[in-house]
């Protein structure tokens, strides 16, 4: 009988395996810390996060960097919470991963509706990145995507050949 994992790509099969042991990690540090810290705010869909990405995140950092920072907005949150499904902000459409016809999967954002973009860009949601709950605490919370942007966001990820049924799934994307 074949898993839900069985259909994931495998950027998202490692983020699984990493996001485990991480909440793992995390659930262990936060009993110790539990009289330390208030509770942390909810990762909801729609939040906007500034995490350092890299290939495990499903991002290939320029200039032979190892990581990159980049916006990821959370689509959905796999039934533990160890893994969020992103799309990400991006400065151009990267032309060389794209095939004609894939243009309408990137959002057009002018520069002064998110205070933390400095020019204008574009909401990939051509295919789900992965973002663990690690990243995510450690990213920096940006905001949230408006609820038009939201919508349209969702429609073309569910829409994205490159987004699997059982991708979307994974990260309770319906």
């Known amino acids: 009988m074949s898993s839900l994992k069985d259909g994931l790509p495998k950027e998202t099969l490692e983020a699984l395996k990493s996001a485990k042991d991480n909440l793992q990690n995390t659930t262990l540090k936060q009993k110790r810390n539990s009289k330390k810290k208030t509770a942390l705010p909810p990762i909801e869909v729609g939040n906007i996060y500034k995490i350092?990405?890299?290939?495990?995140?499903?991002?290939?950092?320029?200039?032979?960097?190892?990581?990159?920072?980049?916006?990821?907005?959370?689509?959905?949150?796999?039934?533990?919470?160890?893994?969020?499904?992103?799309?990400?902000?991006?400065?151009?459409?990267?032309?060389?991963?794209?095939?004609?016809?894939?243009?309408?999967?990137?959002?057009?954002?002018?520069?002064?509706?998110?205070?933390?973009?400095?020019?204008?860009?574009f909401l990939e949601c051509l295919r789900l990145k992965p973002a663990t709950l690690s990243n995510i605490r450690h990213g920096k919370a940006e905001g949230r995507l408006t609820e038009d942007d939201l919508q349209k966001a969702l429609e073309l990820t569910k829409k994205s050949n490159r987004n699997s049924i059982i991708t979307l799934k994974a990260y309770n994307i319906r």
């Open 52 to 121: 350092e990405a890299d290939e495990r995140n499903g991002i290939t950092p320029p200039h032979g960097r190892k990581t990159w920072f980049k916006h990821f907005v959370v689509m959905g949150i796999s039934d533990d919470g160890s893994l969020m499904g992103c799309v990400v902000f991006d400065s151009e459409k990267n032309r060389e991963h794209i095939e004609p016809g894939y243009d309408e999967f990137f959002i057009p954002i002018s520069q002064g509706k998110y205070s933390f973009i400095d020019h204008d860009s």
